[in-house]
């Protein structure tokens, strides 16, 4: 338990010790890439450190990812898509770290061979972006209270508990009114156009 203990609290250190994000420059877009950035780090660290083993290459990644963000083109709007587009961005500087380190000898075959042999084929990434909005579309016609349940267990990651005393509402109340958000997504998911 000691161990669970000093292992978190040297990794709470490392994350402190990181550089600190820069100013978000005054741009709507900058702003919403910056505001995903920040609430989804840790996921994507995580989902780095997996893909790449060391702590290090995982941190370099993700802000790479960032300066890649940052400099792209127009973009939706939409929290949900610039999310995705964060995890697609950073898989492709992934892969080429790990390209790199192939070209220089610094990779065994038997890492680059646990991963997939390339990236998702166009028709996945188009009927994941028509998911994505057929979604986007179910949530906008729920009502508020609804959207926001919906919202808050997803995104925030905040519990039923934590949701229904921000509304002043039951537990129980939170817990139909998301089954009435997952039900609608389910449903419009089976009846929409995807290929």
């Known amino acids: 338990m000691t161990t669970n203990k000093a292992v978190a609290a040297k990794a709470h250190r490392r994350m402190v010790e990181q550089p600190k994000m820069p100013p978000a420059p005054q741009n709507p877009q900058s702003e919403l890439i910056t505001r995903v950035f920040v609430r989804f780090q840790r996921s994507l660290l ?7 083993s060391r702590r290090e290459d995982a941190e370099d990644v993700a802000q790479e990812t960032y300066v890649r963000l940052v400099g792209a083109g127009p973009l939706e709007p939409s929290e949900v898509r610039v999310r995705a587009f964060m995890f697609k961005v950073a898989t492709n500087l992934a892969y080429d770290r790990f390209r790199q380190r192939r070209s220089r000898g610094q990779q065994d075959d ?6 997939p042999d390339d990236t998702p084929p166009a028709e996945r990434i188009v009927a994941i972006e028509q998911s994505l909005g057929i979604v986007e579309r179910t949530l906008l016609g729920l009502p508020m209270r609804c959207r926001q349940v919906f919202l808050l267990r997803v995104s925030a990651e905040l519990s039923y508990e934590a949701i229904a005393e921000r509304f002043g509402v039951s537990k129980r109340t939170v817990e139909r009114e998301m089954q009435t958000a997952l039900d609608a997504c389910q449903r419009n998911l089976k009846e929409g156009d995807l290929p």
């Open 46 to 52: 995580r989902y780095l450190r997996d893909l790449l």
């Open 110 to 115: 038997t890492e680059l061979a646990a991963l």
